[in-house]
């Protein structure tokens, strides 16, 4: 299981929003997140850089998997995985039993 964030939500969200709003004040894109992040107290740039690609993908405007996508792809992973698990137990309990009817029973 991947580790909670150590940001929440909110931060994410302020700090992608601060980027849009602050962009033109400086000469590059990373310029801007460099400041935001400094502000906010964000470990690295490339933190907040993941955080405003992801935003642009979820919007729409660049191309990729959305957020939405990436659970759902999570949910039926796992689901598969356990669907797999399920018939592994039911080939062996399906093999046990047929074995005990090939067996010849001796009745006194």
Do not use: C
């Not at 964000?42 to 907040?48: A, D, K, S, V, W």
């Not at 642009?56 to 660049?62: F, L, N, Q, S």
């Not at 689901?79 to 001796?106: C, G, Q, V, Y």
């Amino acid at each position: 299981m991947a580790r909670p964030s150590q940001y929440p939500l909110v931060l994410r969200r302020r700090a992608v929003r601060m980027v849009a709003e602050v962009r033109p004040e400086y000469d590059t894109e990373w310029a801007a997140m460099k400041a935001v992040a400094a502000k906010l107290g964000i470990g690295t740039t490339e933190t907040l850089r993941k955080w405003v690609r992801q935003d642009e993908i979820d919007a729409g405007t660049r191309p990729g998997t959305t957020t939405e996508e990436s659970a759902e792809l999570k949910r039926l992973k796992k689901e598969n995985a356990e669907l797999k698990r399920a018939n592994e137990i039911l080939k062996a309990a399906a093999s046990f039993f047929a074995a005990e009817l090939d067996r010849p029973h001796t009745r006194s």
